[in-house]
C-alpha cells in the first residue's frame, strides 16, 4: 500500500516559509545554508533530511566548505518540519 502523501512547511527564524510536497517520504527536519560570499553577494543552499541527526550533520561538511570556496562566512540553520 502506498503512504499518503502530505505536505510539509519548515518555518525558519527570520519568518522564510518553505513549503516541501506533495511527499510520501518519511521527512522531519529542513536545513539551510546562507553562504556569505565577498562582495556584499550570498548564496543559498538548502535540503531536507529525515532525522535531526542528519540534517546537523551537513554543518561539518558545510565548514569544510566555506574554506574550500572561500566563504567570508556562513549561517546553518535546521527546524522541524510540520504538516499540514
Partial sequence: MAR???????TMAD?????????????T???RIIAH????????????ATSAKEATSKEALTEQA???????????EVVELTEH
Avoid: N
Avoid at 4 to 10: C, D, G, I, S
Fill in 4 to 10: 499518503k502523501k502530505r505536505y510539509l512547511t519548515a
Fill in 66 to 76: 566555506a574554506g574550500r570556496h572561500g566563504w567570508k562566512s556562513f549561517d546553518f
Fill in 37 to 48: 560570499l565577498h562582495g556584499g553577494k550570498y548564496e543559498v543552499f538548502w535540503g531536507h
Fill in 15 to 27: 519568518g522564510y516559509v518553505k513549503t516541501i510536497g506533495p511527499t510520501a517520504a518519511p521527512l
Fill in 29 to 31: 527536519h529542513y536545513w
